[in-house]
């Protein structure tokens, strides 16, 4: 549904419209209206799925503006997450004369307070600040008439059920109460048993629980390697900003001062520290002063950041929505995305489970040898040099340069010096190859088989399959994986016409292309192997990127 077609105020679509809105998210089609009727809403959604807005759009089109007291509670899991609603309901209410409060620790209480008393139609709190606010009869419920929890799944993990209830215990019975939450666990389902009437549930599709515009791989590495791996994938892809993610603050401390020392513009945020610095390195970070930024999953949640190109764990999630969740922070607003996940080989498992709560595949790359991360330093800083010569004024280093060039020195030895004065490329640490070596037996899935956990590929089941004339004993031919299926409409004559015209060999050298949803695999000779690597890089094929890799032998 497009946004101009949304039956609310006028105000809310010149809102909407003036933030670059068009069109509605699933999750805001689904709840909007219900909400706007005043039925009691449990919604599930990730994050980026656009929650904040689905909620916002019903509570600003139900509030009476006469009214100079609260009419709606939001209560959110973290600080971060309090600032960045009330800013998203300050953005989609810039042509309404609507006033928020946002309230949480570590900031004055004595300024929220005055801001609810000047009135405030929306507070946005977290649950214990708001108990304070409510026992000092500051926020007070006769005129509230909505309740929002907004991460519920959070906050319930984070210990908050006790604060939830007190608060929910003031509220009205004709009070409208709107779950939130990326997962329905049982104690979620006990707070809409207990505080809900006749809630309507909506969720978003299973397809649509991981974005389509994020690219997923994952490093096989050992943890002794980590930092050397997490420098190289910096190194290769250059996001412009990067998240990431560790399992513990002791950990995001110890990776943040490691890369510190490496060079990298990195700076941390966890629970630990001060609420002044977390605001200002995120400031920081959004604009472009810093690139790299090392979190906690619970310091991350709420953050307004708007153009990260890659999300990274360090560690490996220990709960599937958790990667849900960071890998949401990514690939928004239709940009595109990447996400990389370093695990060893002992933790394959939970990867294979992430896949099977996703439904997705995550591609397993190699770490970038040392060599091919010098390669892509020294083609960055040609690339700069060349920019700079094309949109930079010269004029007041030609005298300089005039007279370096008529010295008796080689031209060579000056450009030389001067890119070892301003460029490092020298190696720091381990240099040799980072890739753990993988002893047990990765099972791979088909998209059609994650709910019933079985292997497909290895027990060489039929996708789209093509028998062709080459049909050469296993031993004599190679198995390649390529990152195009039937989701993206390809035919096997797609896959064969792309090989054959890469790598100028006959239709009769490939055999056996297997199509499945995302992925597809065809076979070829053992000799044609240096030449389908090489040739077979970045190609394009039904509008997609993408390269042959090889596969492990099927048995």
């Known amino acids: 549904m497009l946004i101009n077609e949304l039956q609310v105020k006028k105000e809310i679509i010149d809102g909407l419209e003036s933030m670059g809105f068009t069109e509605l998210t699933p999750i805001q089609e689904q709840v909007i209206m219900p909400i706007i009727d005043g039925k009691d809403v449990i919604g599930q959604a990730q994050t980026g799925t656009g929650k904040t807005a689905a909620f916002a759009i019903p509570v600003l089109n139900n509030l009476d503006l ?18 960045q609603v009330k800013k998203e309901i300050k953005n989609i209410s810039a042509f309404m004369d609507v006033r928020s409060t946002a309230v949480y620790g570590g900031a004055p209480i004595i300024e929220q307070i005055r801001k609810i008393k ?30 929002i929890l907004d ?3 959070e906050m319930l993990k984070m210990g908050f059920r006790e604060d939830i209830e007190i608060i929910l215990e003031n509220k009205q019975n004709d009070v409208q109460t709107l779950l939130f939450s990326a997962t329905i666990p049982t104690n979620v389902i006990s707070l809409k048993n207990k505080y809900q009437k006749d809630p309507v549930f909506l969720k978003t599709n299973t397809k649509d629980i991981t974005s389509d515009n994020v690219d997923q791989s994952y490093y096989v590495v050992k943890h002794s390697n980590k930092i050397e791996a997490l420098a190289r994938i910096i190194d290769i892809y250059s996001p412009k900003l990067a998240l990431v993610f560790c399992n513990t603050k002791k950990k995001v401390d110890e990776v943040a001062d490691q890369m510190i020392e490496k060079g990298y513009n990195c700076d941390k945020i966890h629970g630990d520290i001060k609420q002044s610095s977390r605001m200002d390195v995120l400031n920081r970070f959004n604009n472009g002063l810093i690139n790299v930024l090392v979190a906690t999953d619970v310091a991350a949640r709420g953050l307004d950041i708007k153009h990260v190109e890659a999300v990274i764990n360090y560690d490996v999630p220990e709960k599937e929505d958790y990667y849900v969740h960071r890998i949401g922070r990514t690939g928004r607003a239709g940009e595109q995305g ?3 996940t370093l695990t060893s080989s002992r933790e394959l498992d939970r990867i294979q489970s992430i896949e099977r709560y996703t439904k997705k595949m995550i591609d397993m790359k190699k770490i970038p040898s040392a060599e091919k991360v010098l390669e892509v330093k020294k083609e960055k800083i040609a690339k700069d040099i060349y920019n700079t010569i094309r949109n930079e004024d010269l004029s007041d280093m030609l005298s300089l340069s005039e007279m370096l060039y008529e010295s008796d020195t080689d031209p060579k030895e000056i450009i030389a010096a001067l890119l070892k004065m301003n460029y490092s490329l020298k190696m720091e640490g381990e240099t040799a190859d980072l890739n753990e070596k993988i002893v047990k037996k990765r099972e791979k899935y088909s998209e059609k088989s994650f709910d019933k956990g079985h292997r497909t590929h290895d027990r060489g089941a039929k996708g789209n399959e093509r028998n062709l004339p080459f049909d050469k004993d296993a031993a004599t031919t190679d198995r390649y994986y390529i990152a195009v299926g039937k989701k993206d409409k390809v035919k096997p004559r797609d896959i064969l016409g792309a090989v054959t015209g890469e790598c100028g060999v006959s239709g009769e050298d490939i055999a056996k292309i297997d199509i499945y949803e995302t992925f597809s695999f065809f076979n070829a000779s053992v000799a044609l192997r240096k030449t389908i690597l090489s040739k077979m890089k970045n190609v394009k094929i039904k509008d997609r990127i993408v390269s042959a890799e090889i596969t492990r032998k099927r048995k």
């Open 151 to 153: 991460e519920a799944d």
């Open 338 to 340: 990447y996400s990389f």
């Open 66 to 83: 006469e009214i100079n007291k609260p009419q709606c509670l939001i209560l959110c899991p973290t600080r971060e997450l309090a600032v």
């Open 118 to 147: 000047k009135g405030s139609h929306i507070i946005v709190g977290t649950p214990g600040r708001t108990i304070d606010l409510i026992n000092r009869n500051v926020i007070k419920f006769d005129a509230i008439k909505t309740i």
